[in-house]
């Protein structure tokens, strides 16, 4: 559509300003993390869900499709938009409201997780999943592409916290879930949660507080082999201790995040953990994780109970994306997860991938529940280059099907892994989830060509 079809919409919105159609200074809107640009013919920035619900009638009256978006934080391409499109950004709709006696969070979908735990926190309260993209990223962003995080393995992930949803389905109505429907009827939260923006668009998300948690002691380990870390790893696991935090990258991960700010210890390792332990395990499970971390042949061991010195140690797991960002021309960033038995042999297969490709790949993860993100880098911008990091990909999901694992820990199908869905699932399980999306939009209107090819 032309510029000045668009005047309905404008006139009908908060602010006829939230309406663009000149792209000059929005063209980030038209990609998210993966760097993978599309093409859109209006961004409305809507400020209300009054805002969401006009574009969507609109949308449906001139057969045009709705592309929800956040920070454009992904990495999966679950925001980027086609022809025929309007990119409906939720960042405005940033209410933040804390309940301390319900220990609730009500908060619109474009609030930023980090402000969401901050405030929690001013209220003597906590709000614990942690991406690691928590700075940036938002609330709605995170519940749709089901976020896990840094504290997953002891915590959970977003949506263990969700307790209910508001939002705007494809017909322009407001859908009510969980806690705003008195938990009766369908677990409609539970289908919502992950959805990826294509069968509702959300408006608010009433999240669940914990009491305060007091961050344990932080590790450093530096290992020479990949598999000793991962082995540490499986043996906390096994022996049933639960950290606060348990994080992994190989070694070069580990050089690519020390290039960007100096760590000592990270000169020659094979591989890291940075793990902080549970207040509740004492100085029992302290001793535990050195006596695993010794056993499985570290190289270097720095111990730190001063939060203010473990938070430099934690910049090096945060750091990660903007470093392996800025060493190459063209980053792919997978997030694939297996059972923690198994986590040895995968960071293992990534160590092979890495000796025996013409990529450079490495790894990093939330190692604590077998989630472990494979960078892919090339300096060869060509469709031959970008032909290779996919085959390299494939062996990779094809390995992580093999050892039982999954597709996605955390970053969604979106467009990037939709064409490899059926290695995971069988034909009537994608039915299945088709049912659902027909069900929400008959029409395909809420994020076309997510998830599933067609």
């Given at each position: 559509?032309?510029?000045?079809?668009?005047?309905?919409?404008?006139?009908?919105l908060?602010?006829?300003?939230?309406?663009?159609?000149?792209?000059?200074?929005?063209?980030?809107?038209?990609?998210?993390?993966?760097?993978?640009?599309?093409?859109?013919d209006?961004?409305?920035?809507?400020?209300?869900?009054?805002?969401?619900?006009?574009?969507?009638?609109?949308?449906?009256?001139?057969?045009?499709?709705?592309v929800?978006?956040?920070?454009?934080?992904?990495?999966?391409?679950?925001?980027?938009?086609?022809?025929?499109?309007?990119?409906?950004?939720?960042?405005k709709i940033?209410?933040?409201?804390?309940?301390?006696?319900?220990?609730?969070?009500?908060?619109?979908?474009?609030?930023?997780?980090?402000?969401?735990?901050?405030?929690?926190?001013?209220?003597?309260?906590?709000?614990?999943?942690?991406?690691?993209?928590?700075?940036?990223?938002?609330i709605?962003g995170?519940?749709?592409?089901?976020?896990?995080?840094?504290?997953?393995?002891?915590?959970?992930?977003?949506?263990?916290?969700?307790?209910?949803?508001?939002?705007?389905?494809?017909?322009g109505?407001?859908?009510?879930?969980?806690?705003?429907?008195?938990?009766?009827?369908?677990?409609?939260?539970?289908?919502?949660?992950?959805?990826?923006g294509?069968?509702?668009?959300?408006?608010?998300?009433?999240?669940?507080?914990?009491?305060?948690?007091?961050?344990g002691?932080?590790?450093?380990?530096?290992?020479?082999?990949?598999?000793?870390?991962a082995?540490?790893?499986?043996?906390?696991?096994?022996?049933?201790?639960?950290?606060?935090?348990?994080?992994?990258?190989?070694?070069?991960?580990?050089?690519?995040?020390?290039?960007?700010?100096?760590?000592?210890?990270?000169?020659?390792?094979?591989?890291?953990?940075?793990?902080?332990?549970?207040?509740?395990?004492?100085q029992?499970?302290?001793?535990?994780?050195?006596?695993?971390?010794?056993?499985?042949?570290?190289?270097?061991?720095?111990?730190?109970?001063?939060?203010?010195?473990?938070?430099?140690?934690?910049?090096?797991?945060?750091?990660?994306?903007?470093?392996?960002?800025?060493?190459?021309?063209?980053?792919?960033?997978?997030?694939?997860?297996?059972?923690?038995?198994?986590?040895?042999?995968?960071?293992?297969?990534?160590?092979?991938?890495?000796?025996?490709?013409?990529?450079?790949?490495?790894?990093?993860?939330?190692?604590?529940?077998?989630?472990?993100?494979?960078?892919?880098?090339?300096?060869?911008?060509?469709?031959?280059?970008?032909?290779?990091?996919?085959?390299?990909?494939?062996?990779?999901?094809?390995?992580?099907?093999?050892?039982g694992?999954?597709?996605?820990?955390?970053?969604?199908?979106?467009?990037?892994k939709?064409?490899y869905?059926?290695?995971?699932?069988?034909?009537?399980?994608?039915?299945?989830?088709?049912?659902?999306?027909?069900?929400?939009?008959?029409?395909?209107?809420?994020?076309?060509?997510?998830?599933?090819?067609?």
């Amino acid at each position: 559509m032309t510029a000045p079809a668009f005047k309905e919409l404008a006139s009908s919105l908060k602010r006829k300003s939230s309406l663009i159609t000149e792209w000059a200074n929005s063209a980030n809107y038209l990609k998210d993390a993966t760097e993978i640009t599309g093409v859109s013919d209006a961004l409305v920035m809507a400020e209300t869900e009054q805002d969401v619900i006009e574009t969507v009638n609109f949308a449906r009256k001139n057969n045009l499709s709705i592309v929800p978006r956040g920070a454009g934080t992904g990495l999966s391409g679950g925001c980027v938009p086609d022809k025929g499109s309007i990119v409906l950004s939720t960042e405005k709709i940033n209410h933040l409201n804390i309940d301390r006696e319900k220990k609730v969070a009500i908060v619109g979908p474009g609030v930023i997780t980090k402000s969401i735990q901050e405030e929690a926190a001013r209220h003597k309260l906590y709000y614990p999943p942690d991406p690691a993209s928590y700075s940036e990223s938002t609330i709605g962003g995170n519940v749709a592409e089901g976020a896990g995080g840094l504290r997953c393995k002891r915590f959970g992930v977003t949506k263990d916290y969700v307790l209910g949803i508001q939002g705007i389905t494809a017909d322009g109505n407001r859908i009510q879930t969980g806690c705003y429907s008195n938990d009766s009827g369908f677990a409609l939260t539970d289908i919502i949660n992950a959805s990826e923006g294509t069968l509702v668009i959300l408006t608010e998300i009433t999240l669940r507080l914990i009491e305060p948690v007091r961050p344990g002691d932080t590790f450093l380990v530096a290992f020479d082999a990949p598999k000793d870390a991962a082995q540490t790893v499986s043996d906390i696991v096994n022996a049933g201790i639960i950290p606060n935090v348990l994080e992994f990258l190989d070694g070069d991960a580990a050089a690519c995040s020390n290039k960007y700010e100096k760590t000592e210890g990270l000169e020659k390792a094979a591989a890291i953990l940075l793990i902080e332990s549970s207040n509740e395990g004492g100085q029992s499970q302290i001793s535990q994780i050195k006596n695993f971390c010794e056993k499985n042949n570290c190289s270097f061991i720095r111990h730190e109970s001063d939060p203010q010195k473990a938070d430099k140690l934690w910049k090096i797991r945060r750091n990660l994306s903007k470093a392996v960002k800025q060493i190459s021309k063209i980053r792919i960033s997978e997030d694939v997860a297996v059972p923690i038995s198994k986590f040895p042999e995968l960071v293992d297969y990534v160590f092979f991938m890495n000796d025996t490709s013409e990529l450079r790949i490495n790894s990093f993860g939330h190692a604590g529940d077998g989630n472990l993100h494979v960078n892919f880098m090339s300096e060869d911008d060509t469709p031959d280059g970008h032909e290779l990091i996919e085959r390299e990909i494939e062996r990779l999901l094809n390995k992580t099907v093999e050892l039982g694992g999954t597709l996605t820990g955390e970053h969604g199908i979106g467009l990037a892994k939709r064409k490899y869905l059926r290695l995971e699932f069988d034909g009537p399980t994608i039915q299945y989830m088709k049912t659902f999306k027909e069900i929400f939009d008959p029409a395909k209107i809420l994020n076309p060509g997510k998830i599933f090819e067609n």
